[in-house]
């Protein structure tokens, strides 16, 4: 058995495969977010371990962690979870929908080795900020610090003692040179650190040691099970799904959106606002597009408008023209294409006749419009997406699916029944790390359908779209 622990936003996600990656079991604890001022969004890692703890008693209490021989892991990314020299957390971790760092980033940003070296803008979310608002906010916090890491990476300190990241998650911290696979003397110096704060390297398919005594014995395990390097969130997300190839890309419709292309080669562009990040699997990359609210868009409208989401998108019916309702998905500002931290979200052109439909559908429009930015900022990098396949919870409307694959110009195919996503990955990179496989696992899933653009619909999304970026220029310092 293999099994994928995937520490989301939300919450915590076990998934246990046998040798065959066949589906045994799996299990789900749920997590709370913190938010005690605008724009923060936080975690305690002490809860990271007790959800872990109670989706292994779940799985352990069915028999279902029998014949372990490996554990994968995935996590949310950019999240600075700071330690003392003796592992002891020092503060509440600063996730990656975090946007206080913004004058940090910007000044780490300004600053030509930044780009030139991580191949990225240097983006408030992400974790080399952070560390710069715990110097000038936090000082005594950041006399303590010891060692910063990842989410996933406390839970794999939990299970094995050693202090790990693998390169896909690591290239989300703005302190990895994604093109040699390695931290980055110059670019630890300038926010004031060392190798010595940052956790070993490994690639996502490696080992990166066994399970400590107490944690075997808790869960009658075997001491010999190995812990894989895993990936971030996405990058596990795209070997679940068999985006491993170039050509290959998934789009994601979760708490945030993702449009997502594998590449064989390093081709960064940190002005397009593009992410550029090694692969969870040696010798690749990938460049992705990130939109930092997706179906988290249609769940605050949900709530607005108090309805169930799933209600909402059911009874739209057929795919229609855009109204003159438009929405901007910019609720905790937005990465790609425009790296602002500031911009907040709107629904404009409302009219006596704007009703409920009227608004699910300008919701839904808005976070379509947001992804064809991320698809025209790849494309202008020369990335290319021959096949497009959806994950992720906003995948279950086929309404969403046809409308994205009509403003997108590109076909978008929906996997048979099953779980793809990142816990799946993470038990495929688990598996390779106890058995030496290697991305011939990672195959794509069985297509259930392939859901067409509408030709007929394609001009009034597209200027629709044109609107919907003159409304960001036109509103963006009014937010």
């Known amino acids: 058995m293999y099994l994928g622990l995937d520490l989301g936003t939300s919450g915590i996600k076990a998934l246990v495969v046998d040798d065959k990656q066949q589906l045994v079991d799996e299990a789900t604890a749920p997590l709370e977010v913190l938010r005690p001022h605008p724009g923060w969004s936080e975690q305690r890692p002490a809860d990271w371990i007790s959800a872990a703890s109670t989706v292994m008693d779940m799985l352990a209490a069915r028999g279902s962690l029998k014949g372990l021989r490996g554990i994968g892991l995935s996590g949310q990314m950019h999240g600075a979870t700071l330690l003392d020299k003796s592992d002891n957390v020092l503060r509440n971790c600063i996730l990656w929908n975090d946007t206080?760092?913004?004058?940090?980033?910007?000044?780490?940003?300004?600053?030509?080795?930044?780009?030139?070296?991580?191949?990225?803008?240097?983006?408030?979310?992400?974790?080399?900020?952070?560390?710069?608002?715990?110097?000038?906010?936090?000082?005594?916090?950041?006399?303590?610090?010891?060692?910063?890491?990842?989410?996933?990476?406390?839970?794999?300190?939990?299970?094995?003692?050693?202090?790990?990241?693998?390169?896909?998650?690591?290239?989300?911290?703005?302190?990895?040179?994604?093109?040699?696979?390695?931290?980055?003397?110059?670019?630890?110096?300038?926010?004031?650190?060392?190798?010595?704060?940052?956790?070993?390297?490994?690639?996502?398919?490696?080992?990166?040691?066994?399970?400590?005594?107490?944690?075997?014995?808790?869960?009658?395990?075997?001491?010999?099970?190995?812990?894989?390097?895993?990936?971030?969130?996405?990058?596990?997300?795209?070997?679940?799904?068999?985006?491993?190839?170039?050509?290959?890309?998934?789009?994601?419709?979760?708490?945030?959106?993702?449009?997502?292309?594998?590449?064989?080669?390093?081709?960064?562009?940190?002005?397009?606002?593009?992410?550029?990040?090694?692969?969870?699997?040696?010798?690749?990359?990938?460049?992705?597009?990130?939109?930092?609210?997706?179906?988290?868009?249609?769940?605050?409208?949900?709530?607005?408008?108090?309805?169930?989401?799933?209600?909402?998108?059911?009874?739209?019916?057929?795919?229609?023209?855009?109204?003159?309702?438009?929405?901007?998905?910019?609720?905790?500002?937005?990465?790609?294409?425009h790296n602002d931290a500031r911009v907040r979200g709107a629904l404009v052109g409302l009219a006596h006749d704007t009703d409920r439909t009227a608004g699910t559908r300008a919701v839904l429009e808005g976070v379509s419009f947001a992804l064809k930015d991320c698809h025209d900022a790849l494309s202008a990098t020369g990335t290319r997406i021959d096949s497009l396949v959806a994950v992720g919870g906003g995948s279950r409307s086929r309404h969403w699916l046809e409308m994205i694959a009509t403003v997108l110009g590109q076909p978008v195919s929906i996997p048979e029944a099953g779980d793809y996503g990142a816990a799946f990955g993470a038990a495929r990179l688990g598996l390779m790390a106890a058995t030496g496989a290697g991305a011939e696992v990672a195959t794509p899933p069985r297509l259930a359908a392939t859901i067409d653009p509408v030709p007929a619909l394609s001009e009034a999304f597209a200027q629709a779209h044109a609107r919907y970026k003159s409304t960001y220029t036109a509103l963006k310092d009014l937010s």
């Open 100 to 337: 206080r760092a913004h004058a940090e980033a910007a000044q780490l940003d300004a600053n030509p080795v930044f780009r030139a070296q991580s191949g990225n803008i240097v983006f408030p979310g992400f974790t080399a900020p952070k560390i710069l608002w715990v110097e000038a906010n936090e000082p005594e916090i950041r006399a303590k610090l010891a060692r910063v890491l990842l989410p996933k990476d406390y839970l794999r300190l939990w299970l094995t003692g050693n202090h790990v990241s693998d390169l896909s998650d690591a290239a989300g911290t703005a302190w990895l040179d994604p093109g040699k696979r390695d931290w980055s003397d110059a670019l630890l110096a300038a926010c004031g650190l060392t190798r010595d704060h940052m956790p070993d390297l490994a690639e996502g398919s490696a080992p990166t040691g066994v399970l400590r005594p107490e944690i075997a014995a808790r869960w009658g395990l075997a001491r010999d099970v190995i812990v894989g390097g895993g990936g971030g969130d996405n990058a596990a997300s795209a070997v679940g799904v068999g985006v491993v190839k170039a050509g290959q890309a998934f789009v994601s419709l979760g708490t945030s959106g993702v449009l997502f292309a594998a590449s064989d080669s390093y081709s960064p562009d940190a002005g397009s606002s593009v992410h550029t990040f090694c692969h969870a699997l040696p010798k690749l990359w990938h460049q992705m597009g990130v939109i930092l609210s997706a179906t988290d868009s249609l769940n605050w409208y949900a709530g607005l408008v108090g309805a169930d989401p799933a209600e909402l998108t059911g009874n739209l019916g057929a795919l229609q023209a855009p109204g003159r309702a438009l929405f901007l998905p910019y609720l905790g500002g937005e990465r790609t294409p």
